[in-house]
């Protein structure tokens, strides 16, 4: 027996059907409230409603449960690989073996980027942020395969792409940093596997040898797995409503890249790095800045805490938090931040500020530590995110297109003037 939902308003009653999901979460479907009583909801932020039914991700914020395809975040991180993981995310299901070894063999085979793309990154002053960069040189596809200009062309020029993005993500990232660092860029090793060959197209440099560290590779390896996907935030909201109107996958990953970057988002990773270094040079005084971050009239956030769905621990920070005990003992790195961190976390835990707001620690309060203990500077702390979360991304456009969702365009109430008449310049 279907649900469902009424409303009564100035003496009528309207009735909407309730949708439930596989996970028994239940959503008014209101695709009719307007037609039937002139009315629309209103949602800044979208803090109550549904974009969407998807099949990818689920995540219980008040448990603190987060699954790929019904996978935990807990098993993937400890048992799969970013690549398995992000053929599960885009595809549905953990390939075989075979599946497996085609996928990272069309992957390898795309790593390569079109020698014109150096003349686009030796446009950018050494300054430039690697995110923009990254935007760029992603949107930069569209010129030099034009084929997936029409994202409705036919599903193998969009795997193709997919392939593409996945595979060049990494030497785009890695040249956004050489450009900053004005070193000469490192061409993919198809020799290495995914994060290996990542980590030396950055740090490689000429006339050195240089060899992968282990236990960098793996711990970027689980960290990106940790990014892949989470459901409609604010930048998977973003690369679907940008594909809706049926631009190109990579118009609209650059897009998402675009709204990573903010520090409210993708961007809290360098944010978190940047706040705990400012209490380290200032003495160290977790107390003082929880107390900022209190003030109503400070505009300081506790960089790293809270989050839009999670109620409760975000499961992905309990994991990075014990991988950088790990990591940074395997790699013999003392980081007095690490400890400044871990007061903040206690003393904002035990804050009733934030236990009424129920604020954890999310996955950019720790990730940032470990990412410095493998030698990736600050402002290259999204860029990894982008990097991580990019299959989350393709799976999320993939389902919008598959169920030929509309184009996004949601409704407003308008508050402006009402009607007037022109008065010329002279009369005014
Ligand atoms: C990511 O959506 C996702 O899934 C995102 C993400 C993903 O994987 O894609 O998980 C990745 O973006 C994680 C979040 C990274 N951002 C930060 O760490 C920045 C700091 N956090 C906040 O800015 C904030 O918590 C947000 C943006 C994450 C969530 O903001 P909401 O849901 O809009 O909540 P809100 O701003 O309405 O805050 C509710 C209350 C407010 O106080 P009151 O007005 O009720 O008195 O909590 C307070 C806020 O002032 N608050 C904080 C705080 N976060 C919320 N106060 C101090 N420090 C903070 N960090």
């Known amino acids: 027996m279907s649900e469902s939902a009424k409303l009564s308003f100035k003496g009528q009653e309207f009735e909407f059907p309730v949708i439930t999901g596989t996970e028994n ?17 209103l949602d800044p932020g979208y803090k109550n409603t549904g974009a969407t039914k998807s099949a990818i991700t689920f995540l219980d914020g008040e448990e603190g ?28 299901e953990l390939p075989t073996q075979s599946e497996y070894e085609n996928f990272s063999k069309e992957i390898t085979h795309h790593t390569l980027v079109h020698e014109d793309i150096k003349k686009i990154l030796e446009g950018f002053p050494s ?33 193709l792409s997919i392939i593409r993005l996945i595979a060049k993500m990494p030497t785009f990232a890695a040249w956004a940093y050489k450009n900053e660092m004005g070193h000469p860029v490192n061409y993919p090793d198809n020799s290495l596997d995914y994060c290996s060959n990542f980590l030396k197209m950055m740090f490689a440099l000429p006339a050195e040898k240089y060899d992968v560290d282990p236990v960098v590779s793996s711990a970027l390896d689980k960290l990106l797995i940790l990014h892949a996907d989470h459901e409609q935030n ?3 909201s973003t690369v679907r409503i940008v594909g809706s109107s049926q631009a190109s996958i990579y118009a609209s990953i650059s897009a998402g890249i675009n709204a990573l970057w903010g520090p409210l988002h993708g961007g809290a990773n360098q944010s978190v790095i940047e706040m705990l270094e400012a209490i380290k040079a200032d003495g160290g005084d977790a107390k003082k800045y929880l107390d900022k971050a209190k003030d109503k009239n400070d505009p300081f956030r506790l960089m790293g805490f809270g989050h839009r769905v999670y109620k409760n621990f975000d499961p992905r920070a309990k994991i990075i938090k014990k991988a950088a005990d790990d990591v940074l003992e395997k790699l013999g790195v003392n980081d007095p931040i690490l400890e400044i961190a871990k007061e903040l976390e206690f003393a904002a835990l035990n804050d009733q500020y934030f236990i009424d707001r129920q604020l954890y620690p999310n996955v950019d309060f720790y990730s940032g530590i470990i990412y410095r203990a493998l030698g990736i500077p600050t402002d290259m702390f999204t860029v990894m995110f982008a990097l991580g979360r990019l299959p989350g991304w393709i799976a999320q456009w993939k389902e919008m297109r598959e169920n030929n969702e509309p184009i996004g365009r949601p409704r407003q109430v308008y508050t402006g003037a009402n009607e007037r008449d022109y008065v010329s310049m002279n009369r005014r």
């Open 25 to 41: 979460e239940s959503a008014i479907d209101i695709a009719k409230l307007r037609s039937e009583s002139g009315l629309i909801t």
């Open 234 to 236: 604010c930048s998977t």
């Open 65 to 92: 449960i987060l699954r790929y395809r019904g996978y935990r975040i807990e098993d993937l991180a400890e048992k799969s690989t970013f690549l398995e993981v992000s053929y599960l995310l885009i595809y549905g």
């Open 127 to 159: 300054n430039a942020h690697p995110m923009g960069v990254l935007s760029s040189l992603i949107c930069a596809l569209t010129a030099f395969y034009p084929d997936s200009l029409n994202p409705n062309r036919n599903i193998e020029e969009v795997n």
